[in-house]
Nanobody, 123 residues
Framework: QVQLVESGGGLVQAGGSLRLSCVASGRTFSSYTMGWFRQAPGKEREFVTAIRYSWSTYYADSVKGRFTISRDNAKNTVYLQMNSLKAEDTAVYYC?????????????????WGQGTQVTVSS
């Protein structure tokens, strides 16, 4: 069982930056694919970015060049650096862990989820 705890959300003006963190329990963090998803009110949960144990990364087109995912296996933590934020980035952001995440862009590939952290970007 893996528990994920996100932090770092908040209110920011358009053009600003935030860094989200997700701390995972368990001793096998380094072998997991870690992903970030988001869900805006009235919309489906959507893929944002993911990083595999091999350090391969994936990004949604909407965040490429603005968001950066990274991981610190020594701290069991994955980060999401978000720059040049836009109003449309407003959502609850969820951290996810997948021990065998085939398609890292699909929510169904992840076995564990955090409770989410709210990001609100004011225009």
């Amino acid at each position: 069982q893996v528990q994920l705890v996100e932090s770092g959300g908040g209110l920011v003006q358009a053009g600003g930056s935030l860094r989200l963190s997700c701390v995972a329990s368990g001793r096998t963090f380094s072998s997991y694919t870690m992903g970030w998803f988001r869900q805006a009110p009235g919309k489906e949960r959507e893929f944002v970015t993911a990083i595999r144990y091999s350090w391969s990364t994936y990004y949604a087109d909407s965040v490429k060049g603005r968001f950066t995912i990274s991981r610190d296996n020594a701290k069991n933590t994955v980060y999401l650096q978000m720059n040049s934020l836009k109003a449309e980035d407003t959502a609850v952001y969820y951290c996810a862990a997948g021990p065998n995440a085939g398609d890292a862009t699909r929510p169904g590939s992840y076995a564990y989820w955090g409770q989410g952290t709210q990001v609100t970007v004011s225009s």
